[in-house]
């Protein structure tokens, strides 16, 4: 099965450290996703690329936070400079050309930020 | 502002009986809405959608109803199974936001055998 995944699964940090999370999308899905989801909530939208271009961003996305899609495929999440609200589980989803409206999600990245 | 409401944080219902599921919204330039169900440490599982240009649409034991002058729709389950227990989130989509989806805060259900 070549599903979206995502890595690490779990990462714990100290306040002030730089993390960076990796999302990779099912193949040939030229959308993918960023969502953030804390507890007792249902995911947010971050950010969106199409293929290697990003179109659009979250103002939940503070200047902390990057992203990127450099050759249209995998994904990174940057956040520098952790605090303890970003605490939370990132996301990431994509989808096809054909079925654009049906996203599919990875187990996602739970971030711990002591 | 929360253009998705699921107002029910939870619902229990026994084995074999129907499980109907709500969701309200607000904005009316949502043209797509799609139910998602998340297992604990898993990522949401896409379940079933429906265009705003139909009232209903159905896959197997899952009917989705979407009444757009009340702006609501419902996830019906028949028969619910054991295995269904889960959190529901239903999602929207704006036509002009690039695919976006806006989720609601999502819905336990708990199916008792």
């Known amino acids: 099965d070549t599903g979206v995944s995502q890595d690490p699964r779990h990462k714990i940090t100290k306040r002030g450290q730089n993390v960076t999370f990796r999302c990779d999308p099912i193949?040939?899905?030229?959308?993918l996703y960023w969502y953030r989801q804390t507890l007792g909530q249902g995911p947010e939208f971050l950010t969106y690329?199409?293929?290697?271009?990003?179109?659009?961003k979250s103002r939940l996305l503070s200047d902390r936070f990057s992203a990127e899609r450099p050759k249209g495929s995998f994904s990174t999440l940057e956040i520098q400079r952790t605090e303890q609200g970003d605490s939370a589980m990132y996301l990431c989803?994509?989808?096809?050309?054909?079925?654009?409206?049906?996203?599919?999600f990875g187990a996602g990245t739970r971030l711990s930020v002591l | 502002d929360q253009q998705v409401k699921q107002n029910s944080p939870s619902l229990s219902v026994q084995e074999g009986r129907i499980s109907i599921l709500n969701c309200d919204y607000t904005?009316?330039?949502?043209?797509?809405f799609l139910w998602y169900k998340k297992y604990p440490a898993e990522g949401p599982t896409f379940l079933i959608s429906?265009?705003?240009?139909?009232d209903k649409n159905e896959d197997g034991r899952f009917t989705v109803f979407l009444n757009k002058s009340a702006k609501h729709l419902s996830l019906h389950i028949v028969p619910s199974q054991p295995g269904d227990s889960a959190v529901y989130f239903c999602a929207a989509r704006d036509t002009g936001a690039n695919s976006k989806l806006t989720f609601g805060k999502g819905i336990t259900l708990s199916v008792r055998p």
């Open positions: 429906i265009s705003s240009i139909k």
């Open positions: 904005n009316s330039m949502f043209d797509y």
């Open positions: 690329f199409q293929n290697e271009a990003q179109l659009e």
């Open positions: 989803a994509s989808s096809s050309r054909l079925a654009k409206n049906i996203q599919y």
């Open positions: 193949s040939e899905h030229n959308r």
